[in-house]
């Protein structure tokens, strides 16, 4: 998948060192999770890689890289629960704020729907200061959050198919 300014491909073997220092990067991770150790980050890369290589569409993980430079930006994930599916971005620290996030979802979003013919996205993390810099991330692809269905800590936003396709024709 590709837009102006970026490629995004399925992550595979050559993605390790990405995939590594995204999930052990203190800086990134200090809104997602605790930074992860070396032997649970191999672990899941062997696990995202295992699920890009199956026919049916599941959780799926694309390098984002940036078309100019040629240079592995970050990642941008599906995971998949039934008819719905979690999605989920990470940016080398030098990338953020530029609108790469933004830009990734709109192919990723379109792949959801059309691609793995899923009925909900929704994007979940802690309740903090930054979850007001979600908001206004999500919101433009018409993400609304649901309290009601979010973890006791946690913000929730979903965007229903409908939702999306309607955007998608305005």
């Known amino acids: 998948m590709e837009t102006s300014?970026?490629?995004?491909?399925?992550?595979?073997?050559?993605?390790?060192?990405?995939?590594?220092?995204?999930?052990?990067?203190?800086?990134?991770?200090r809104h997602i999770l605790t930074p992860l150790s070396a032997e649970d980050v191999a672990r899941g890369f062997m696990l995202a890689c295992n699920h890009n290589t199956k026919d049916r569409p599941?959780?799926?993980y694309w390098a984002v890289e940036d078309k100019a430079s040629t240079t592995s930006i970050g990642l941008v994930a599906l995971q998949r629960k039934g008819g719905s599916a979690e999605l989920g971005v990470m940016l080398r620290e030098g990338w953020w704020s530029q609108g790469i996030s933004s830009e990734a979802f709109v192919p990723v979003l379109s792949h959801a729907f059309a691609g793995m013919g899923l009925e909900l996205v929704y994007a979940q993390r802690p309740d903090d200061d930054h979850a007001l810099i979600i908001d206004r991330l999500l919101g433009r692809f018409g993400f609304v959050r649901t309290p009601q269905?979010?973890?006791?800590?946690?913000?929730?936003?979903e965007l229903p198919r409908e939702t999306w396709m309607r955007r998608a024709r305005n």
């Open 58 to 60: 599941g959780h799926r």
């Open 149 to 157: 269905w979010a973890p006791h800590g946690q913000c929730r936003w």
């Open 5 to 29: 300014r970026l490629r995004l491909r399925l992550l595979d073997a050559g993605d390790e060192a990405l995939f590594c220092h995204l999930y052990t990067d203190p800086h990134v991770m």
